[in-house]
């Protein structure tokens, strides 16, 4: 059984730029959910998909946008980069059942700066 | 909205001293409680899941809890080691089983060996 793999593992941009980040998950989970979290804080949510559609949405402005495939991996796309979104981006993944997203095993994460 | 709150933000103890980290959320309306380690500049390792239907949880040297109506977990570890040195984060999904989670900003564990 695979776990939850991220990549890159560290990125560097500038101001203005797109960036895109990806996740693969877990063997036999459905869902996916992104997560940034700046020095110092806990985790942020960002949005999670689930069978290839947006399944809810943090507190992001629409620059931040994602996608899942059919095989459950996952992309993490943000535009226009500001300085502010230097963090590290943790992708989770889990196996939701009826309502319930059931617990989150996450990747390493992808950190990015932006200069 | 849930606000998590973690105390204490740092706590360095000596290699072999039983240890309480601790966890409380505004919102008792939970569906479950997961905690999770975080070693520096890497990602989340889930240690344990408490269900709300659940007191408590084991693996191994820790030991979770949970009282739903005062809003409170505990993380219970025994014996600590310096591999155990690590970031400890609890964090919270709404009862509805909303997809995500809200997070404490957690404590930082040093194990003095």
């Known amino acids: 059984e695979t776990g939850v793999t991220q990549s890159p593992t560290h990125l560097i941009k500038t101001r203005g730029q797109q960036v895109t980040l990806r996740c693969s998950s877990q063997?036999?989970?459905?869902?996916v959910s992104w997560y940034q979290q700046a020095l110092g804080q806990g985790p942020q949510f960002i949005f999670q998909?689930?069978?290839?559609?947006?399944?809810g949405r943090g507190n992001f402005p629409p620059r931040f946008s994602g996608l899942q495939f059919p095989n459950y991996s996952s992309e993490l796309n943000v535009n226009a980069l500001e300085l502010d979104d230097s963090a590290l981006y943790l992708c989770?993944?889990?196996?939701?059942?009826?309502?319930?997203?059931?617990?989150?095993?996450f990747g390493e994460g992808s950190r990015l700066t932006v200069l | 909205k849930q606000e998590v709150t973690q105390i204490p933000a740092a706590l360095s103890v000596p290699e072999g001293e039983n240890l309480v980290l601790n966890c409380s959320f505004t919102?008792?309306?939970?569906?479950?409680l997961q905690w999770f380690r975080q070693d520096p500049g890497k990602g989340l390792t889930s240690l344990l899941l408490?269900?709300?239907?659940?007191r408590e949880q084991t693996s191994g040297r820790l030991n979770a809890s949970l009282d739903k109506s005062s809003g409170r977990s505990t993380l219970y570890i025994a014996a600590s080691q310096p591999g155990d040195s690590a970031t400890y984060l609890c964090?919270?999904?709404?009862?509805?089983?909303?997809?995500?989670?809200?997070f404490g900003t957690g404590t930082r564990l040093t194990v003095i060996p």
């Open positions: 063997s036999g989970h459905n869902t």
């Open positions: 919102d008792s309306a939970i569906y479950n």
């Open positions: 408490i269900q709300s239907s659940q």
């Open positions: 964090a919270v999904p709404h009862q509805t089983g909303a997809n995500n989670l809200f």
């Open positions: 998909y689930y069978r290839e559609e947006e399944n």
């Open positions: 989770a993944s889990s196996q939701r059942r009826g309502g319930n997203t059931g617990e989150l095993f």
